[in-house]
Nanobody, 116 residues
Framework: QVRLVESGGGLVQAGGFLRLSCAAS????????MGWYRQAPGKQRELVAT???????NYADHVKGRFTISRDNAKNAVYLQMNSLKPEDTAVYYC??????????WGQGTQVTVSS
């Protein structure tokens, strides 16, 4: 079954950190760009970070310097290290596969809540 499963969310105080993981059950994982996105209540889903098959990374301005995306192709996994968390980082975080410029596969999401 082709799917993405996120884990690692939770409740953390402002200034704290979390590490999200995304386990991918799909063939050819290493060839895909993977991304993390988030959706806060009442807001649209937005890009957090992406990582290409070659390891090139791209970050949204509001997380640059605080978040780090990485991948382990041997484990079919992608990670998001989130440091210096802020209350405005509170959202459901989603892992996604990018294929031909389109997000064609999504996980179920993991909740991240940052208290002030």
């Amino acid at each position: 079954q082709v799917r993405l499963v996120e884990s690692g969310g939770g409740l953390v105080q402002a200034g704290g950190f979390l590490r999200l993981s995304c386990a991918a059950s799909l063939n050819g994982f290493s060839f895909y760009t993977m991304g993390w996105y988030r959706q806060a209540p009442g807001k649209q889903r937005e890009l957090v970070a992406t990582i290409s098959s070659g390891g090139s990374t791209n970050y949204a301005d509001h997380v640059k310097g605080r978040f780090t995306i990485s991948r382990d192709n041997a484990k079919n996994a992608v990670y998001l290290q989130m440091n210096s968390l802020k209350p405005e980082d509170t959202a459901v975080y989603y892992c996604s596969r990018v294929s031909f410029g389109t997000n064609d596969l999504w996980g179920q999401g993991t909740q991240v809540t940052v208290s002030s």
